[in-house]
């Protein structure tokens, strides 16, 4: 059996800053975080931060604010959000793709969804 638990969000004030977390744990043979993304109401899910490689990439909306990273012993990956502006309220979603022990396929997963809301 395999989770996928994300953590860390919350209300903040405009300028303000929050640490997503994203564990995996289980019976995972191998690992690989791939990106966050976020959902607003009304809004489309929206690719915010990914691993490309070696690099990150990030939307437009968010670079120079938001960095994403990992730590392979823990199974984790996180996004540390600097200078929160209203607009960035939304779920947060982190995405890994797990390798089951016992499994030959990589397969897709999805946090639970995390709420982030920056108000005053």
């Known amino acids: 059996q395999v989770q996928l638990v994300e953590s860390g969000g919350g209300l903040v004030q405009p300028g303000g800053s929050l640490r997503l977390s994203c564990a995996a744990s289980g019976s995972i043979f191998s690992w690989n975080p791939m990106a966050w993304y976020r959902q607003a109401p009304g809004k489309q899910r929206e690719l915010v931060a990914t691993f490309s490689g070696d690099s990150t990439k990030y939307a437009d909306s968010v670079k120079g604010r938001f960095t994403i990273s990992r730590d392979d012993a823990k199974k984790a990956e996180y996004l540390q959000m600097n200078s929160l502006k209203p607009e960035d309220t939304a779920v947060y979603f982190c995405?890994?793709?797990?390798?089951?022990?016992?499994?030959?396929?990589?397969?897709?997963?999805w946090g639970q969804g995390t709420q982030v809301t920056v108000s005053s």
């Open positions: 995405h890994v793709r797990l390798l089951i022990l016992g499994e030959s396929t990589w397969c897709d997963y």
